[in-house]
């Protein structure tokens, strides 16, 4: 198990076995108190299976993707099957503590209920670990009272009533999360606006660039990247803030930059529509008038 290759783990019985914990009360769902975790955080893990955590006081960084992140102060992550994380850039000298807990999760276990579906709808899945959901003291109780909840639910007796019980708190957990996640994009309001600043500079960048020639439109892809943020997480932050997605921004500052060239320049709509990074014609005149209501043509007609 070295740091090359992911190390997939199957079931959760498994991921107990890999942490020195005794075998789990029911095969697909557990919760984990991570002081008692004993096996070595500098694996690369890739789950099969539905992780969601609160970790306090670790020190060193998390690897979670190919993004790290610190997590001196307590926050809470959601990884979702398929994923890859661990643990990287250990300081040597402290000592390794570890508070919190780990919610796990198995698909099977949601099979037949409507969150089999409407999990995959939680973007937050898809944030980077550097996108995590840091608490209030008041959020992180409300978490951690639905958690035990949960986990007294497995561990009782089960009964026919034990599974949409249990369902429910689930639910009702990631509920919380969306709503906490929305209270941060407008919370951290400095730093969301830095991030609205660079966005706007970079398709500027971009569209006076030849980029557009060469590479076509910019991607959403290629913005996140660019802002060191998760697709997921931009879009989210952009609909929250501004009420447009990312794919929205970009067409936008095409708008903009075609508007400027029909209303000061001689070329022609081919011409334009080539600098804009459009291999054809009417794909960029759909587009203009999708958006402005107007042809290219009668768009500079109205500056004559």
């Known amino acids: 198990m070295g740091n090359q290759n992911p190390y997939r783990v199957k079931s959760i019985s498994e991921f107990h076995k890999l942490c020195g914990l005794p075998k789990p009360e029911h095969p697909l769902i557990s919760v984990i108190n991570r002081a008692d975790v004993a096996h070595s955080e500098d694996i690369s893990l890739v789950l099969d299976y539905y992780s969601i955590s609160i970790k306090k006081d670790l020190n060193g960084k998390i690897k979670y993707g190919q993004q790290s992140y ?24 402290s000592v390794l503590k570890r508070s919190g807990w780990t919610l796990l999760v198995h698909p099977d276990f949601l099979w037949n209920t409507p969150l089999v579906k409407r999990i995959k709808q939680y973007e937050f899945f898809n944030y980077s670990v550097n996108e995590a959901l840091f608490l209030s003291e008041k959020e992180e109780a409300t978490i951690n009272n639905i958690v035990l909840n949960i986990r007294q639910e497995y561990h009782a007796n089960i009964d026919k009533f034990s599974k949409s019980i249990i369902i429910s708190h689930i639910e009702a957990l990631l509920n919380y999360a969306d709503r906490f996640y929305h209270r941060q994009f407008l919370t951290r309001e400095k730093g969301n606006h830095q991030i609205l600043e660079r966005l706007e500079q970079l398709l500027t960048d971009y569209f006076n660039s030849d980029d557009l020639i060469s590479k076509g439109l910019p991607t959403v892809n290629y913005l996140a990247q660019a802002l060191h943020l998760s697709p997921k997480y931009l879009g989210t932050l952009l609909k929250i803030l501004t009420g447009q997605n990312a794919q929205q921004h970009i067409h936008e500052k095409l ?43 009668e768009f500079r007609a109205s500056f004559n």
């Open 255 to 297: 708008i903009e930059k075609a508007k400027e060239k029909l209303s000061t320049t001689n070329l022609s709509i081919s011409e334009i529509a080539y600098q804009l990074g459009f291999e054809h014609l009417p794909s960029f005149s759909k587009l203009f008038k999708i958006k402005t209501k107007q042809t290219p043509l």
């Open 70 to 93: 610190d997590f001196n102060e307590g926050v809470m992550f959601f990884i979702a099957p398929n994923q890859v994380f661990g643990k990287v850039e250990t300081n040597s000298k």
